[in-house]
T-cell receptor, first 114, second 111 residues
Framework: KAGVTQTPRYLIKTRGQQVTLSCSPI?????VSWYQQTPGQGLQFLFE???????NKGNFPGRFSGRQFSNSRSEMNVSTLELGDSALYLC?????????????FGEGSRLTVL | QKEVEQNSGPLSVPEGAIASLNCTYS??????FFWYRQYSGKSPELIMF????GDKEDGRFTAQLNKASQYVSLLIRDSQPSDSATYLC???????????FGDGTTLTVKP
């Protein structure tokens, strides 16, 4: 059974640019959650999608957005990048709804903003 | 106060010793509790979950839950160097559809 796939794995952007990250959940999982992980802040919840609907959102500015497609794949977008957005972005899938229960994490997308 | 707090660490134990990792939570509506292990440069993976008060054992790992004290712990017996990782405590409030993670405790097991 294939795991959670995130692309790209690594990317470098400059301030002011935007970025789109992609996540394909485990087959049959309908919930996708996104997290930002930094050494200073730990694992911070961004948002969760279930059946193409955002069900929960963390305390991040509106520059962070996401969506989920009918096949449960999800994308997150960060616009007007800031240096502080440099982080590991993790996607987790679960059977859902809600980002509760056992979460299966992808390998993450490591974003560096210069 | 953070919703989920863990030992600040880092925690260092000799090989073969018992490692004790602690976690407290503030939401009394929390129903499920999870421990994830994250190796350096890798993503978190679930190693234990517990729903009821008391102890739950799985091999060298024991999770302990005390809902009255809002406390959950993870004991690792016969610690091995391969157990060196960051351990994340996650607390679920199913009614709120929300899972909250602690900042993690980094464990080093020295040969």
């Amino acid at each position: 059974k294939a795991g959670v796939t995130q692309t790209p794995r690594y990317l470098i952007k400059t301030r002011g640019q935007q970025v789109t990250l992609s996540c394909s959940p485990i087959s049959g999982h309908r919930s996708v959650s996104w997290y930002q992980q930094t050494p200073g802040q730990g694992l911070q919840f961004l948002f969760e999608y279930f059946s193409e609907t955002q069900r929960n959102k963390g305390n991040f500015p509106g520059r962070f957005s996401g969506r989920q497609f009918s096949n449960s794949r999800s994308e997150m977008n960060v616009s007007t990048l800031e240096l502080g957005d440099s982080a590991l972005y993790l996607c987790a899938s679960s059977t859902g709804p809600g980002n509760t229960g056992e979460l299966f994490f992808g390998e993450g997308s490591r974003l560096t903003v210069l | 106060q953070k919703e989920v707090e863990q030992n600040s660490g880092p925690l260092s134990v000799p090989e073969g010793a018992i490692a004790s990792l602690n976690c407290t939570y503030s939401d009394r509506g929390s129903q499920s509790f999870f421990w994830y292990r994250q190796y350096s440069g890798k993503s978190p993976e679930l190693i234990m979950f517990i729903y009821s008060n008391g102890d739950k054992e799985d091999g060298r790992f024991t999770a302990q839950l005390n809902k009255a004290s809002q406390y959950v712990s993870l004991l690792i017996r016969d610690s091995q160097p391969s157990d060196s990782a960051t351990y994340l405590c996650a607390v679920d409030n199913t009614n709120a559809g929300k899972s909250t993670f602690g900042d993690g405790t980094t464990l080093t097991v020295k040969p």
